[in-house]
């Protein structure tokens, strides 16, 4: 919404051009706060004697330098020769009160400044280009902003009660009824804090001087009367600048739990992956013990490790996921996996030999193309006793393939009833468990038994669900879960 809103009001100022104030002759005060800024003193001094502007006076207030600021004269930005004369062309009318500039970092030379860099131009800046288009700019910055004398005397003039008078300041004279205007070409470089210390220092300040200016204006919070400032912009404030910064840190702190508990994860996982022992023999004493069900899956392994809490100096079941892949599928989502790569760069041309596994899950994002209709029907005809898992691309095979049909459910039905009956005969002829996917999924057992799940929904049966559930069925059918009661 930024971005368009910023888009709109650039296409805007375009349209403008010609009602703005080409050549200003007005005498323009420039006020120069300053404390302990005796290290850039002198540059910004020497910047501002150098405006291409024909008639400004320069006011330098010193509140309380400790250090030789008075002396030397001072401050920490620096503007651009034009930058005073690209603001007074947006007071073409008398209803704007103030214009804000852009604030650039003039002293990128850490990481703490380059990324402030960053923020300055994306959210500061931003920000500002698409609230001149609402006028519902919160903030004139005090780096490079201008405003009507005779409208900051008629709002009360700069006060002392918050600690971010600039934000006070703009929000009265938005309340008042003036506009707010921002001008892009308008440009100041500004010294932004080079250490922690100090950025947590100016940033605290500006938190709490916006939270003071927000509350001291409340009454324009969603109050129709101050159009867009008190109906968008005060929410704004209230909720992106106020409600969640307050409970920022408890995100940062639940990423970095998420982060520790993820890398513990993972080093376990890939530790059972390529150090668990598939016998007593060949098992340090000092190691974990881990007793593994091996688990085939074809092309996409999506399987569900099934991770005791406790696996050390005990015995406990666990899958190995091993997933057959063309050569070119890069397996990163999926590190824990130990991947058989198929001759062919795109498809699955051709199966290992699987004798030794418990359990065979097949059809995940296998494809239909014939090199692997082919391989599955040389795979179907071994006649294995592994339990088998089929999904997708596996029964669609099955159906566009006559000579395999006594291996499918076939024909149509009139209702879910008589779909039912079909299944359940189908169960029983060849003892197999038959999950009928679905918003209530149906699981019909060899017994003629039908589980319901009446909790799920729509996307049971969309987006993937059916290759986690594959893979969840194929590993529970590895480690020993058998019969319908499981």
């Known amino acids: 919404m930024i971005a368009y809103l910023a888009i709109r009001q650039k296409r805007k100022n375009r349209r403008e051009q010609s009602e703005l104030i080409s050549d200003s002759q007005e005498k323009v005060s420039i006020i120069i706060p300053a404390y302990n800024e005796e290290v850039t003193v002198l540059a910004t001094i ?41 603001l007074m062309k947006y007071f073409n009318k008398d209803q704007v009160a103030a214009v804000a500039g852009s604030v650039k970092v003039g002293n990128v030379h850490n990481m703490l400044t ?84 100090m950025l947590f220092k100016q940033r605290f300040r500006w938190s709490f001087g916006v939270l003071q200016s927000f509350w001291k204006n409340k009454d324009t919070l969603l109050n129709p009367k101050y159009g867009y400032f008190g109906m968008v912009g005060m929410p704004n404030i209230l909720i992106f600048q106020i409600i969640l910064p307050l409970f920022a840190p408890l995100a940062d702190l639940f990423m970095l739990f998420s982060l520790v508990s993820g890398l513990f994860s993972l080093s376990e996982v890939n530790g059972i992956s390529w150090t668990g022992s598939l016998s007593d023999e060949t098992t340090p004493k000092d190691s974990p013990v881990v007793e593994a069900d091996l688990v085939y899956t074809f092309q996409s392994p999506k399987l569900a490790l099934l991770m005791p809490e406790n696996r ?14 063309p050569t070119a599928f890069a397996q990163t989502a999926v590190p824990e996996t130990m991947v058989i790569t198929d001759p062919n760069d795109d498809l699955i041309t051709q199966f290992p030999d699987v004798h030794s596994f418990q359990s065979i899950g097949i059809g995940i994002g296998m494809g239909t193309a014939q090199s692997t209709i082919d ?112």
């Open 46 to 86: 020497k910047s501002l004697l150098h405006l291409d502007y024909p008639a400004y006076e320069l006011i330098f207030v010193d509140d309380g330098s400790k250090d030789k600021t008075f002396e030397i004269v001072n401050a920490d930005t620096q503007l651009k020769t034009d930058a005073l004369r690209m």
């Open 114 to 197: 380059h990324w402030q860099s960053i923020e300055y131009i994306t959210s500061q800046n931003m920000d500002r280009r698409a609230f001149d288009l609402l006028n519902m700019i919160s903030v004139v910055p005090g780096a490079i902003g201008a405003f009507r004398r005779s409208v900051i005397l008629e709002v009360g003039g700069f006060t002392t009660d918050t600690l971010a008078e600039d934000c006070d300041l703009t929000m009265r004279i938005l309340k008042a009824g003036y506009t707010v205007r921002n001008s892009a070409e308008a440009v100041a470089f500004t010294e932004a804090p080079d250490t922690v210390k």
């Open 312 to 325: 050390f100096r005990v015995k406990a079941f666990h899958v190995l996921d091993i997933g057959l892949t």
């Open 375 to 486: 391989a599955f029907k040389m795979f179907i005809a071994q006649g294995l006793d592994t339990p088998l898992v089929l999904d997708a691309d596996a029964l669609n095979i099955l159906a566009q393939q006559p000579e395999l049909w006594q291996f499918s459910i076939t024909g149509t039905w009139q209702n879910d009833f008589q779909k039912m009956d079909k299944v359940k005969a189908f169960a029983a002829q060849y003892q197999l468990y038959v999950l009928i996917k679905g918003a209530n999924s149906a699981l019909v057992t060899p017994e003629g038994v039908i589980y319901f799940n009446s909790t799920g929904n729509v996307g049971m049966a969309t987006g993937g669900s059916g290759d986690i559930l594959t893979g969840i069925l194929t590993a529970l059918i590895g480690q020993g879960y058998s019969s319908g009661k499981h």
